[in-house]
C-alpha cells in the first residue's frame, strides 16, 4: 500500500471512528506516528518559509528606509545589520540593495559631516571595512555592478574622500592647543598608509605657513606635541622653533609666556644671543626692568649689541636699593659684560663695599653668637640662684 493510499485508509477509519485518536492510534499505531511526522514536518517548511519571507520583506524595507535614519548610530546600525543579511535574503534583496547602492552611501556620509577630522578618520575607515565586506557578501548573487561598486567605494573612500576631508580640516584649522589631538590621529592615520608623505607633507607645509616666531597659538600647538604620538608634526614642528632659538626673531609675547611657564633658561639664553639689534630694542623696550627678574634683565646686559640702553644706570638703582642683599649683588657682579657696562672705577667702588659688607656680617654673625652665649648663662645662673635659695 501506498503512502497516500495508507492516508486514505486512515482518514477513512476516522471518520468511522468518528475522529476518536485513541481507538484510532490503537488501530494503527504505525500510520498515526508517521501522519504525525508529516504534519509536522509541513509546518515546520511552512513556519520556515513564512520566516523566510518576513525577513525578506524586512531587510527590503530596511534598504528602503536606512536613509530616514535620525542620526548616524541608527544609520551605522542599520548598515551593519544589511551587510549581516545580505548574503541570506536571496537575490530580490541584492538586486534592492544595487538599486539603492548610492543613495545607501551619501546618506552615510552626509550624516559624518559634523564629525571632527579624528572622529572621521575612525569611522571611514569603518565604512571602507564595511563596503568591502558587503562587496564580498554579493558576490554569490554575480550582481558585478553591485559587487565592483562597493569593492571601488571601499579604496575611493579613503583614497578620495578622506583626503578631501582631511584637506578640508588643515586648511581651516587654527593649529592651537585643541588641534593637537586631531593632528595626532592624522598622524596615526597616515602611518598605517603606504604613502605616509601625501597625506604628512600638505598638513607640514600648511602649519609652517604660520608665525613660529609671533603667532602664540602655534608655540602653544607645538609645546603640547608628543614625540610618539605626533611623530613627524613634532620633529619638524620643533625643529622650526629651535632654529628661531638659535638665529630667529622671537616676539616678546611667546617669550613673556615661555618666562610664565618655566623655561625661563631658554628665555634668557635666547636674549644673551639675538644678533638683531632692532629686534633686541623691541624687546628691551617690552621686557627689559618689566618683570621683576634680574636674571631677565641681565641677560640683556649680556648681549653684546649695541642699542640704546642705559643698562649702567638700571644696573646702579638695582644695586643701591638692595645694598644690604649682599647674595643679589654679588649676583649682579658677576653676571656676564657688568663690568664693561658700568665701568672699571664704579665696579671698584662696589666690591669695596661688598668686603665691607661681609666684614659687617662676619663682625654681626660674631657679636650675636657672643650674645647667645651670655644670654644662655644669665639663664643657667639665675637657676643655680633659684636652686641654692630652695635648700
Avoid at 565592483?148 to 593649529?175: G, M, R
Avoid at 627689559?288 to 646702579?316: H, M, P, R, T, W
Amino acid at each position: 500500500m501506498s503512502f497516500f493510499e495508507s492516508v486514505k485508509d486512515l482518514f477513512a477509519k476516522a471518520k468511522e471512528l468518528d475522529f476518536n485518536l485513541v481507538e484510532l492510534y490503537s488501530y494503527n499505531q504505525e500510520g498515526v506516528l508517521y501522519f504525525a511526522l508529516v504534519v509536522l514536518l509541513l509546518i515546520v517548511v511552512i513556519v520556515f518559509f513564512i520566516n523566510r519571507s518576513l525577513k525578506t520583506a524586512n531587510t527590503v524595507k530596511l534598504v528602503n528606509n536606512i536613509q530616514n535614519s535620525n542620526n548616524f548610530e541608527e544609520y551605522n546600525s542599520k548598515f551593519t545589520k544589511l551587510i549581516a543579511e545580505l548574503p541570506k535574503r536571496g537575490l530580490k534583496v541584492a538586486s534592492i540593495v544595487n538599486l539603492r547602492k548610492e543613495d545607501i552611501l551619501s546618506k552615510e556620509l552626509e550624516l559624518l559631516k559634523d564629525f571632527n577630522i579624528k572622529d572621521k578618520i575612525s569611522e571611514y575607515e569603518a565604512i571602507a571595512s564595511k563596503c568591502e565586506l558587503l562587496a564580498n557578501n554579493s558576490k554569490k548573487y554575480k550582481i558585478d555592478e553591485l559587487t565592483s561598486y562597493f569593492e571601488e567605494k571601499a579604496k575611493t573612500l579613503l583614497e578620495v574622500d578622506l583626503k578631501s576631508e582631511i584637506e578640508k580640516y588643515y586648511e581651516n584649522a587654527n593649529f592651537d592647543e585643541n588641534d593637537v589631538v586631531l593632528v595626532n590621529s592624522i598622524v596615526s592615520y597616515a602611518n598605517r598608509k603606504d604613502k605616509v608623505g601625501e597625506i604628512i607633507n600638505p598638513i607640514l607645509e600648511h602649519i609652517n605657513s604660520y608665525s613660529y616666531a609671533y603667532n602664540l597659538e602655534l608655540y602653544k600647538f607645538v609645546k603640547k606635541l608628543d614625540k610618539e604620538e605626533s611623530k613627524q608634526v613634532y620633529k619638524d614642528c620643533t625643529r622650526q622653533f629651535n632654529d628661531l632659538l638659535e638665529n630667529g626673531n622671537i616676539s616678546s609675547l611667546i617669550l613673556s609666556y615661555m618666562l610664565e611657564n618655566e623655561e625661563e633658561s631658554t628665555v634668557y639664553k635666547y636674549i644673551e644671543n639675538v644678533k638683531d639689534a632692532n629686534h633686541l630694542k623691541i624687546l628691551y623696550n617690552d621686557l627689559f626692568g618689566k618683570k621683576d627678574d634680574i636674571k631677565l634683565d641681565l641677560s640683556f646686559v649680556a648681549n653684546e649689541l649695541e642699542i640704546d640702553a642705559n643698562y649702567a644706570q638700571y644696573l646702579d638703582n638695582k644695586i643701591t636699593s638692595n645694598w644690604k642683599d649682599l647674595a643679589y649683588i654679588e649676583h649682579i657682579m658677576n653676571a656676564p659684560r657688568v663690568l664693561e657696562t658700568i665701568g672699571h672705577i664704579s665696579y671698584r667702588s662696589i666690591l669695596e663695599r661688598i668686603e665691607k659688607l661681609q666684614k659687617d656680617e662676619e663682625i654681626n654673625k660674631t657679636l650675636s653668637q657672643v650674645l647667645e652665649t651670655a644670654r644662655r648663662a644669665e639663664s643657667i645662673a639665675i637657676e643655680a640662684k633659684t636652686l641654692a635659695s630652695q635648700k
